[in-house]
């Protein structure tokens, strides 16, 4: 991939080093980013699924789903983040790039939107597992999965990852 923009620190390494490490940690960063998308997917699809859900059963195997999903969301964040920071340093692209601000920026929001709005979920799963031998979900199961706030919240964070995967590729301000 050919890159327009200028690169600041000096290579530490030799070339070859630097461009087999820096090449190990862009995977890494890439598989972390693919695992961040996969637990969103996932997350949203079971959650979505459960929502339409009859019994307390289907539900709570449906959160359950969910959560795996969140999981991979978790592992993701903190594979990105990490070989994030360190493409940071290898690549000398300093702190003060526009792109990267508001990619940190955007991913800590989504961190705390997605924090805020897994809440309901997780009330229901717990909700649904204590239901799990009844024939129906109880309305304080059905106001929790239908809560639209929570809803609102959590797909806001997914489209912000969206915007920070935009904001990688097409660095905006970037020489
Ligand atoms: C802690 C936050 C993050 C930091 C510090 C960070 C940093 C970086 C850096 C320095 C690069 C290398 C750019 C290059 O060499 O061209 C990169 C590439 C990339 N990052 Fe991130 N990143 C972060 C979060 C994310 C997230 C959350 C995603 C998506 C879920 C993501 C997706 C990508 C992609 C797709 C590339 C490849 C872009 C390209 O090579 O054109 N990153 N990131």
Redesign the pocket.
Known sequence: ?Q?TYQRRSPARCSDDDRFSVESVV?FS??LG?FL??SGIVVTGVAFEAARRGQTPLQIATLLGLARVGALLVVV??LL??AF??W??EL?G?GYAAGW?DA??AL?AVSIVLGAIGGRRPKRARHLAVAEINARDASSELRRLLDDRGARTLNYLAALL?VV??AL??F?PGAA
Do not use: E, N, R, Y
Request: hydrophobic share 70%; net charge positive.
């Open positions: 991939m890159h862009l960063h890439l980013a961040l998308v993701g964040t990105v983040g994030g920071f493409l940071v690549g692209f990267l990619a940190l991913l990852i920070i995967i990688m590729v660095k």
